[in-house]
């Protein structure tokens, strides 16, 4: 009588669930998945013409972008580094806004907003119109940064580490080649001191010294010493 009064329990425990999972569990609506962060502009990458950096130093560096390549405008008329003017461009297309923090704030000194650590300006093809994110102090976490543009009141984070990306002087942004030539077409190498000159000259794809004296030299050493010449970067101005 025992193990049937136990077997009885057993199956209305069993019915319970089965109609808990059927009634409950089978019509309720699935957690949400987390919403993905807003995206801050809708433009790509390439449609930028324009990038006015202004650095926590207080440099300001003006790019262009032209046939398809960046080149500095201002302080000085030179080449870009492709690959920093383009990260900055990428990033910036592509910037996500990580939380809405004030829509109208009153005030914008507690968000260091008032006197923006970073201004990056920019221009789109086809238009005069220049826009600016303003990018401020870091929350207390260090996680993100406050930010705004400068066309709306709204307050927003931005993570934290896009600041090494944005944060970029006219040094930074520049072409730090010193040299740069294609070393298939090169044919002749002088090293000049103060008393000789060293030189090497190619034939028949084959590097000889020339002077002081002629003779047949180590191929791989002369190459190697062309390839740093060809790779060498900018140090300092």
Known sequence: MRGLRSTLVLLVITISMGAYIYFVERHRTPSSAPEPNEQLFDFEANDLSSLRVTSEDGGVTTLERTDEMWRIAT???TAADEATASSI????ASLEVRRVVEESPINLEPFGLDEPTLDLGFSLNKTDTTQHLLVGEATPTGADRYAKLSDTDRVFLIASYLNSTFNKTTFDLRDKTILRFEQEDLDRLDIITADKTIRFEKVVNEWELAEPWRVRTD???????????????????
């Open 89 to 92: 461009a990428s990033t910036l």
């Open 75 to 77: 302080p000085v008329d």
């Open 219 to 237: 191929f791989s050493t002369v190459q190697s010493l062309i390839q740093s010449l060809n790779s060498g970067q900018m140090q300092s101005v």
